[in-house]
C-alpha cells in the first residue's frame, strides 16, 4: 500500500553510449503498468575525468596578479564548474586557507567558485576560467602562496586537482652607475668629460644593482643614447 522506494543493480555500461530506461510496475493484484516510449529517461554515460590546468600564475615569483585563470577541458561532456582553492603558511603551504573574505586555519581547503570567461559554462567541452581580483586576498610581498584547482563536468566527474606555487614580489630592484660618474644626470648639457673605466683591461660601464624583494636581481640591461643630436 502506498509509495515504496527501489533499486537495482545496473548491468555495465559503457563509455561514451547513450541508455534509454522503461519501468514496469504489477501491484499484488496483478494489474500492471509499462511505460510508453514517451515516458522513458534517456541519459549519457560518461566516466571519464575532465582536465583543470592552471595558466596564470605560472611562474615561481609574481609582481602582478589580478586573476587566477586557466582553461577546463573534457572529452565526451561539457564543463559545468571549475573550482579554486588558495592557501599559505607551513611547509607545505596550507597552514592557512582563503575562505573568500579572510584567512582560517588550514589545512582543509576552502573551495570557491571560479567564473567562464565568455560568461556561463555552457554546452561546451572546452572552457576558460578565472577567479577575479574581488574572490583573491590582498597578496603580501614576500609570502609564498598554493593555488589548487579542480574542474567538474556535467556527469559530475571531477578532474585531478592541480596545484602552483609562487612567491609575490612587488618590490622594484635599486641600481645605479658608478662609472663613468655624472653628478648631474639629468642634465643633458653638463654632461661628465670622461672616459670610460677598465674593467679586466677592458673600457667598461660599471654600475650596481640590488633586490630587497625575495626573487632577486635577474638581469640588468642598459641603453646607450647619443645626445649631441647631430
Known amino acids: 500500500v502506498g509509495q515504496i522506494e527501489w533499486k537495482w543493480t545496473r548491468p ?20 500492471v503498468k509499462t511505460q510508453t516510449l514517451g515516458e522513458k529517461k534517456t541519459f549519457f554515460y560518461d566516466e571519464v575525468s ?4 592552471l595558466l596564470d600564475p605560472n611562474v615561481e615569483f609574481e609582481k ?5 585563470s586557466g582553461t577546463a ?15 599559505t603558511g607551513g611547509a607545505s603551504y596550507d597552514q592557512k586557507v582563503w575562505n573568500g573574505s579572510g584567512w582560517v586555519n588550514g589545512p582543509s581547503l576552502t573551495w570557491l567558485a571560479g567564473t567562464a570567461t565568455d560568461g556561463d559554462f555552457d554546452d561546451e567541452l572546452l572552457e576558460d576560467w578565472k577567479l577575479p581580483a574581488v574572490s583573491t ?3 603580501v610581498n614576500g609570502r ?25 614580489d612587488a618590490q622594484s630592484a635599486l641600481l ?21 673605466s677598465l674593467f679586466n683591461g677592458k673600457s667598461s660601464i660599471i654600475g650596481t644593482a640590488q633586490d630587497s624583494g625575495p626573487s632577486g636581481v635577474a638581469s640588468v640591461q642598459l641603453r646607450v643614447r647619443y645626445n649631441d643630436g647631430g
Open 12 to 31: 555495465t555500461l559503457y563509455q561514451g553510449k547513450t541508455y534509454a530506461v522503461l519501468l514496469r510496475l504489477t501491484d499484488r493484484a496483478g494489474n
Open 50 to 53: 575532465p582536465v583543470a590546468v
Open 64 to 68: 602582478y596578479l589580478p586573476t587566477l
Open 73 to 87: 577541458s573534457d572529452a565526451a561532456t561539457d564543463i559545468s564548474g571549475v573550482e579554486i582553492a588558495i592557501s
Open 137 to 139: 586576498p590582498a597578496w
Open 144 to 168: 609564498t602562496y598554493k593555488i589548487w584547482v579542480k574542474s567538474l563536468d556535467q556527469a559530475y566527474n571531477e578532474s585531478t586537482v592541480v596545484s602552483s606555487t609562487f612567491t609575490y
Open 176 to 196: 645605479a652607475i658608478t662609472h663613468p660618474l655624472d653628478a648631474t644626470p639629468q642634465v643633458d648639457t653638463s654632461p661628465r668629460i670622461s672616459t670610460t
